[in-house]
């Protein structure tokens, strides 16, 4: 009995601290409540200051800020060539790397052109290995390279399951996406930690938010883009080198064309250089972001579901994605006499109708 008294008298006490026992559901709501608002005007304030506040200073002179020379992989079309301009407006020189020299000595002259600054075109092939990038440094080692651009990649046709993707592609996809990156960071790293400051921009994608069924090895290879830029941050964190992860959803670009859905401009498909406008701007402001303010929004809608909603989603959108570019390769086969090579399948689906 005794034992029982002390319980109701405890219990009593309880009931005395916090008047009834819906009070402590109460608080606990709250606290919940208060740390998930805070939580969201944090990220918030953080998108303000990445996508806005950082424009009104994003016409700075990146080549004192890193030094006189960037080098932009993939540099002869799509957000590459965009970014590769962006840079020339803020004073730098640059380099450009792609596979087709025609194309490069195009821009590199337009950009010489309207901006006055210095160019060097570098024609080589991503996918031949490490002969590649002896031919790189050879031609940049004299250079001050302020900024690196990791933007060159290799995509699916168009999505589709694993082993409906030519082998051929996928030993591009792994060589391209994973080496590139990796070998031109270790190329040109070293003279940034001498001088103490520069910039690497990692191009990752939003297909890496959670798992992409249907472009499965396209989105691990950009897994991989994301965890290396991510780890090399904390690395050299002190050494002054800024270091940018960079996620962007569907852009307007090569890479889409097999889609009408993505070949129209639209508020979340920019074009390239909607895109690279709003991304540069970005540079020293965040290490980890989409680089425009609409995918910012997606990716916070896209991180906060579960798993198996996101592989369910983007399943059926691959798949509607798949049909479309399937309807436009029938309408556009009698156009090139043969698509048995993997040059003329893609010139089939990126010929306008």
């Excluded at 472009?215 to 941050?233: E, H």
Aim: proline share 3%; glycine share 6%.
């Amino acid at each position: 009995m005794a034992a029982i008294d002390r319980f109701e008298f405890l219990f009593q006490e309880v009931v005395k601290v916090f008047g009834d026992i819906r009070d402590v559901f109460a608080y606990v709501g709250a606290i919940y409540t208060s740390r998930k608002l805070l939580h969201i005007l944090r990220r918030i304030c953080g998108c303000l200051n990445v996508h806005f506040v950082s424009r009104l200073s994003d016409k700075c002179d990146l080549a004192q800020k890193f030094g006189e020379w960037a080098v932009i992989t993939g540099a002869s079309e799509g957000i590459g060539l965009a970014y590769a301009r962006e840079l020339a407006k803020r004073n730098l020189n640059i380099i450009l790397i792609s596979r087709r020299l025609e194309k490069l000595q195009a821009a590199a002259t337009a950009i010489e052109e309207e901006f006055h600054v210095k160019t060097q075109c570098v024609a080589v092939d991503f996918s031949v290995g490490k002969d590649t990038y002896n031919v790189i440094w050879d031609k940049i080692k004299d250079k001050e390279i302020g900024v690196l651009v990791n933007n060159v990649g290799v995509m699916y046709d168009f999505p589709q399951l694993f082993l409906d993707v030519p082998e051929e592609r996928l030993w591009q996809i792994v060589n391209i996406n994973v080496a590139a990156a990796t070998m031109m960071t270790h190329m040109i790293l070293p003279q940034m930690v001498e001088r103490g400051k520069g910039a690497i921009v990692i191009v990752s994608s939003g297909a890496c938010t959670q798992i992409t069924p249907m472009m499965t090895v396209y989105a691990g290879t950009k897994s991989f883009l994301d965890y290396f830029a991510q780890g090399l941050r904390y690395e050299y964190k002190n050494k002054g080198i800024t270091i940018q992860s960079l996620r962007p959803f569907y852009v307007n670009t090569k890479m889409t064309r097999y889609s009408k859905t993505l070949t129209s401009h639209s508020f979340l498909v920019p074009s390239a250089e909607n895109f690279a406008s709003h991304a540069v701007a970005t540079l020293g402001h965040s290490g980890r972001t989409t680089g425009y303010w609409p995918h910012t929004l997606q990716m916070w809608l896209f991180e906060s579901i579960p798993e198996w909603l996101w592989m369910w989603g983007a399943y059926r959108l691959n798949q509607a994605l798949q049909r479309q570019a399937l309807e436009r390769l029938d309408l556009r086969k009698p156009r090139v006499k043969s698509a048995d090579s993997m040059d003329n399948f893609e010139e089939l689906l990126q010929t306008k109708p």
